[in-house]
Each structure stands twice: as C-alpha cells, then as structure tokens.
C-alpha cells in the first residue's frame, strides 16, 4: 500500500503541474484505503471449528471460528464441583448438628431429666428421716450428692443440646463462606477461559482472508481471518501545503471512483498534521509547492468501492 500512495503522490504532483483547466484544479487523486480487523484468540489451540468462508457477510455475533476447549470443560466442570461442596460446607457449618444427633441428646436430656426427679425425691424423703434422728447422717449426704450429681448431669446436657442447635464459631463461619466465594470466583474464571475459546464477530462486515484452517495449531494472538467492517473504507488523498486551509475537519466531499457514473458523499475523518514529499524530491525553497498533507474521508455508503481503487476527490459545492 505504501508503493501505491508513492505512485498516487507521483500521479497527483504529475496532475498539478500538467492540469490548465481551472475547473479541474480543484479535483485531487486519492484511493480507497481498507481497515481490517484481524481476529485472533488469546489463547493458544487447535483450530476446532471454521463455519465462515472467504467472502461471507457476518453479523455482530456470529460464530467466526473456535479453538479445542476439553481442557477448559474440564476446568469448568471441576470448578464448578468445588463450589457445591464449598456451599455444602457452608450450610452444614452453620445449621448445626444433623437431626439424629439433636434427637439422641433430647433423649438423653429426657434421661437426665428423670434421674434428677428421682435424686430430688429421695433427697426429700430422707430429709426429715436424719433430721429426726431415725437414719444416720451418712444417708443424708449421700442422697444429697446423688441429688448435686444429677443436676449437674442434667445441666450439661442442656448446654450439649443449646449448642447442637446453634451453627458453628464466627470465625469458622466466616472462613467457610469466604470459601465458598472463592470458589464462586474459580468457576467464573474457568468459565471465561472457555469463552475465549470460541471467537464471534466484534462487528459486521465481510471475511477477506483466512490464514488458518482446522486441525493446526495457532498461537496466542495470532490472526485466524481478517474481517472488512461495512464501515471499514476510508478514502485517502494529497492535498498541497497551499490548499490545505481550504479542507476542515467534518467538511463534505466529494468522491469520484474509476467506473461509478456519479459521485459518493464523504466526510473529513483526518487531516494530517505533518507534511509529505512526493518522491524523488530533495527539500529545498524551491519545492516547497511540493509538501503535500494527506486527508482521510469516510464515505457515506461503501457500495461500488473496493480497496486500492483510485478515486477523485473535491470538496462539495466546487463546480465540476
């Protein structure tokens, strides 16, 4: 492309020095420049997968190609395990002890609570028996450690049963969910992984090239296919240091391609902030006339232009 805009630049120098008539001094050569987009992965793999041709018209989201992803189903599918058993882990920390358990302490509580009746009674039955002299001393206090012991057994079962019912420490319930979104974040990374293994089309456009082709192997970054936007043409032209103030960001003009019986509307994208020789030229105060600026225009509508196309370029509203 750049040989081509040496020839252009030469054509355009040519057509200035040779023009007389004054309605063509305003026209300035140019030609369609394309701007491709080159789709790559940025992983490495197989080519797996390649529906589109050379040639094809896409959409915004159209399967363009996809690399081998076992690997990364694989990864996925692991990650996603973790987070069930991380979310297990969670729930089970925090509900307590499993029913069975919760129901074999109330049946000890139910023990417990049935000795102390029974401690309490024989307690108060022998009270008044040592008191009046009937039993001996001994028999008191042996009913009323047998009483002390039962409460206390009854007590600790209590406690047993309250803290079955209750999750686990702060710190471990803490611990456990800080897991479990750890795992959370393992599935959504592994799930962008595979993603990355099928590309679809960032814009429409048509497929120029194709470099790579199923079963081989393409590295990380490396282009797949190259893909022309619809709005993806650009005209470009030479303006000289003299006319270049006639040209504004934003202004109309007029695209006249090889072939097309009437003109395009285009719209200055780009104004070049520095000069250009056109070759073979050595500066001097003599060739200043010879320091071109190059300008871009995007058309209004693409149909009939091709890429390298030459084309004739005047601001709108000059006469023809």
Not at 140 to 159: I, N, S
Not at 174 to 203: C, F, H, K, M
Not at 268 to 291: C, G, K, M
Request: proline share 6%; glycine share 8%.
């Amino acid at each position: 492309m750049r040989i081509l805009s040496f020839i252009l630049l030469g054509s355009f120098v040519f057509g200035l020095t040779a023009c007389t008539d004054p309605a063509q001094e305003s026209a300035v050569t140019g030609y369609v420049e394309a701007r491709y987009r080159y789709l790559a992965a940025d992983q490495p793999g197989r080519l797996r997968v390649e529906p589109v041709r050379e040639g094809d018209r896409v959409q915004v989201g159209d399967l363009l190609f996809a690399l081998d992803d076992e690997l990364q189903q694989a990864q996925l599918a692991r990650a996603e395990a973790q987070v069930a058993q991380a979310a297990a882990g969670v729930d089970d920390i925090t509900a307590g002890a499993r029913p069975e358990e919760i129901k074999a302490l109330r049946a000890q509580l139910a023990e417990a609570e049935a000795r102390f009746g029974q401690a309490r009674i024989e307690r108060d039955r022998h009270r008044p028996l040592v008191a009046n002299g009937i039993e001996p001393q001994a028999v008191a206090d042996r009913v009323e450690t047998e009483y002390r012991a039962a409460k206390a057994h009854l007590q600790a079962v209590q406690e047993q049963l309250n803290i079955a019912r209750l999750g686990g420490r702060e710190g471990a319930v803490s611990a456990a969910r800080a897991g479990l979104e750890a795992a959370r974040a393992t599935v959504d990374a592994a799930r962008y992984q595979l993603d990355q293994r099928t590309i679809n089309a960032p814009v429409a456009g048509t497929i120029k090239e194709i470099y790579h082709r199923p079963g081989e192997l393409v590295g990380p970054g490396q282009p797949v296919l190259s893909l022309l936007p619809e709005d993806g043409m650009v005209v470009r032209f030479f303006v000289t240091q003299k006319e270049l103030p006639r040209y504004k960001m934003g202004a109309k003009v007029l695209i006249i391609p090889d072939g097309l019986a009437s003109p395009l509307i285009g719209e200055i994208i780009y104004i070049s902030d520095r000069a250009e020789f056109t070759p073979p030229i050595i500066y001097s105060a003599d060739t200043r006339a010879s320091l071109v600026f190059m300008i871009e225009a995007k058309p209004q509508n693409t149909e009939g232009l091709t890429p390298g196309l030459p084309v004739d370029v005047r601001l709108a509203g000059e006469a023809n």
